[in-house]
């Protein structure tokens, strides 16, 4: 069982004053008080943020800047150190760190592919309350800010990491032709990582997911991609594993949003672990060319 109780923020690198009206007015987040011209902290719920940008350069997929994962508690927190040194993985404790990221600790270790992953407890609470510019209501809570494909050099010795070290469970696998999709879930939200390895294509993020929880929040984003200068990756559909009603949009970083609807949950006490030959039930047409080489008919949707 992992201590981890879920992805409770993630930071990424790209051009700040893009992301703030990205932000808002796109994703119907709301920008913390706390922003800067470097650095922006957006709020989905009465957190003090979920997603934080530092100011640079797009870079698609290297845009990550590292994955928050939430300990319940600092006795949760010193436990997954004690795993992860068991693991022979270097923990690096940041008190400076975990001070600008507003939260009581904070450590910092790598997965296999690099990518910088923080774990924390305390993640500081806004008193004020959350108000979405286009009054939009996140599904985050206890499940965190949502999930998160990241494309690895070596999906199956990636996931079998997260699942041996990080202690997530496997929730299912699909075949997206040329590859294998590995759905990972550490709470009861369908997957809170899923890796899979392209070709050509970089290690990094390939999607953040965030879910709201009415299907007509999904429309009118929908409607307002079709009338902003962001790219629509691909089109309104349902998939075939976590049942998303969703569709994709390019960030300011390269990388893309997930905005959906209706995520399946799981309960371990009673979850089969199944396997899909087609990523989507319908819909999740291609609209731009995809991240990365891969043909579009098998590159990651979910």
């Known amino acids: 069982m992992s201590t981890i109780h879920a992805l409770g923020y993630l930071v990424v690198r790209g051009p700040v004053a893009e992301w703030r009206r990205y932000g808002a007015e796109v994703l119907g987040a709301q920008v913390a008080d706390s922003s800067t011209d470097s650095e922006l902290r957006l709020r989905m719920d009465d957190r003090a943020y979920r997603i934080l940008v530092e100011d640079g350069e797009s870079g698609g997929p290297t845009s990550l800047v590292a994955l928050g994962f939430e300990t319940a508690n600092a006795a949760g927190l010193d436990a997954l150190a004690a795993q992860l040194g068991a693991k022979g993985v270097e923990v690096t404790e940041n008190p400076a760190?975990?001070?600008?990221?507003?939260?009581?600790?904070?450590?910092?270790?790598?997965?296999?592919?690099?990518?910088?992953?923080?774990?924390?407890?305390?993640?500081?609470?806004?008193?004020?309350?959350?108000?979405?510019?286009?009054?939009?209501?996140?599904?985050?809570?206890?499940?965190?800010?949502?999930?998160?494909?990241?494309?690895?050099?070596?999906?199956?010795?990636?996931?079998?990491?997260?699942?041996?070290?990080?202690?997530?469970?496997?929730?299912?696998?699909?075949?997206f032709g040329i590859s294998e999709g590995i759905f990972l879930h550490c709470n009861s939200r369908h997957h809170t990582i899923a890796l899979a390895t392209f070709p050509g294509a970089p290690s990094g993020?390939?999607?953040?997911?965030?879910?709201?929880?009415?299907?007509?929040?999904v429309g009118r984003a929908l409607d307002l991609v079709a009338e902003s200068p962001e790219a629509l990756s691909m089109a309104i559909g349902e998939h075939t594993n976590d049942r998303m009603t969703s569709f994709y949009v390019k960030t300011p970083s390269g990388f893309d949003v997930e905005y959906g609807w209706n995520g399946l949950l799981i309960d371990d006490a009673d979850w089969t672990v199944g396997h899909y030959n087609s990523p989507s039930n319908w819909g999740h047409k291609f609209t731009t060319p995809p991240p990365s080489p891969a043909p579009a008919d098998a590159a990651p949707s979910v």
């Open 97 to 175: 760190l975990a001070k600008h990221r507003q939260v009581r600790r904070l450590f910092t270790f790598k997965d296999l592919d690099g990518n910088t992953l923080e774990a924390y407890y305390g993640q500081h609470t806004d008193h004020r309350a959350f108000v979405s510019p286009r009054a939009v209501n996140f599904v985050t809570g206890d499940m965190g800010v949502g999930h998160t494909f990241l494309l690895s050099s070596d999906a199956q010795k990636a996931s079998e990491w997260y699942i041996d070290v990080l202690g997530f469970r496997l929730s299912d696998t699909i075949d």
């Open 205 to 217: 993020i390939g999607h953040l997911m965030i879910e709201v929880d009415r299907l007509d929040s």
